[in-house]
């Protein structure tokens, strides 16, 4: 069967991770808000402009219910948590076509980011997202000798933002430029931080973790 386990099963190192002043990120008016209630609470997450397909794609999802009942499929501590697949697949499916890459310089896989799941590059040299499954970033601090080895391998500069968010409130620096990044949590952090300490079979949550989205501003 085939699935959208594009981001890579990196085994990282275990590392805790606080959010305190990370977890309440400023919105202002016009941004649009859409929640992802949980059994563990409920996410809030700020969709960005300057990715208007995927930004439009989601709340067409939100909107029509489609993602409803789906379920985070993979979990892996310090990484990520991945859902939105069609439900009842378990993850093996998405939900429409996949949508054009959105790769924008800006929007980086800091701690709580939104991003789009895909297909791996052998299968997909142009990196198009799935249309229905995303990840949130866990992620873990990285420290700038870090990150001056990861510019050497992808032969990218980090910029004075990324550095800057990547040895206070970590990420997964390595994914950048690789997935499209296409929103960021808002509220419910300390869920996401729940949900990727749950007990786990492989990456596979041991109790199903439900998806509901909603449109709320």
Partial sequence: MKKYISISLYVLLALGISMSSHAQKSTKDGDVLVTITTELGIITVKLYDKTPLHKANFLKLAESGEMNGSI??????????????????????????TIP???????FHKKGALCAARMGDQVNPKKESSGSQFYIVHGRVSSNADLDVMEKRSRTKYTEAQRR????????????????????VVEGMEVVDKIAVVAVNGSVPATAITIQLKVVK
Avoid: C, K, W
């Fill in 101 to 107: 890459a959105e790769f924008i310089p800006d929007y």
């Fill in 72 to 97: 985070f499929h993979r979990v892996i501590n310090n990484f990520m948590i991945q859902g939105g697949g069609a439900p009842g697949t378990n993850g093996s499916q998405s939900i429409g076509s």
């Fill in 165 to 184: 968010a990547y040895t206070t409130v970590g990420g997964t620096p390595h994914l950048d430029g690789g997935y499209t990044v296409f929103g960021e």
